[in-house]
């Protein structure tokens, strides 16, 4: 068995800190794993996309489309444009506030974040829409929504890590000066990710 995380989003999102987490987590749970990173014009906010595939019978590292179980998208027109990598059940989180690809700033095609989030409810997949202001303002800065992205993955039951293997990692990866405040954005995260899971319940 395998378990296939797509993380996809622009430069500057946090996005390979967040997949190399959950890599190193995976690992500290005791299981195989695979990642590798698609970057293009990182820097200048093009797209970044990490694979992490966890399990024995994986033989790359990279996910084939329509084999990813959770997508966790940094931007609603990321999670759109890899959307053909989401297996038919799988679910997906995606952060409603936009960051405007280097694409679209040189070519502008009219580029609307909310129909790309009208367009994945279309989908009927399992989707949390989650704002990454709302849910960082008590951490001082939306810069720590790549660990607490983690966190509600976690909470939602979407990535099956026990929460001190998480935290646990988190101390041991990330500098010294910010491991409390990642710690904490991953709990907050967990907490939402958790209301989200009950009030699935209950549709």
């Known amino acids: 068995m395998s378990y296939n995380i797509l993380l996809c989003g622009v430069g500057g999102q ?52 329509g084999a990813a179980d959770l997508i966790i998208a940094f931007e609603p027109g990321e999670a759109v444009r890899n959307l053909p990598y989401l297996k038919p059940e799988g679910a997906l989180i995606v952060n409603s506030v936009a960051m405007m690809p280097v694409t679209e700033a040189l070519r502008p095609s009219g580029y609307e974040p909310q129909k790309m989030i009208e367009y994945l409810r279309s989908t009927g997949k399992p989707l949390a829409v989650v704002d990454a202001n709302t849910l960082c303002a008590p951490l001082g800065s939306v810069k720590f929504f790549n660990v607490a992205v983690l966190g509600f993955a976690v909470g939602a039951g979407w990535v099956k890590f026990d929460r001190e293997t998480m935290l646990s990692t988190i101390e041991a990866s ?30």
């Open 14 to 65: 946090g996005t390979v800190l967040a997949s190399k987490l959950l890599a190193a987590a995976a690992q500290a749970f005791g299981e195989t794993v695979h990642s590798a990173e698609t970057i293009g014009m990182a820097q200048r906010g093009g797209p970044v996309t990490s694979h992490v595939r966890i399990g024995t019978d994986v033989y790359s590292p990279l996910i084939p489309k």
């Open 174 to 203: 990330v500098k010294p000066a910010f491991v409390e405040t990642n710690k904490k954005a991953f709990l907050e995260g967990a907490k939402e990710g958790e209301i989200y899971a009950k009030e699935l319940s209950r549709a």
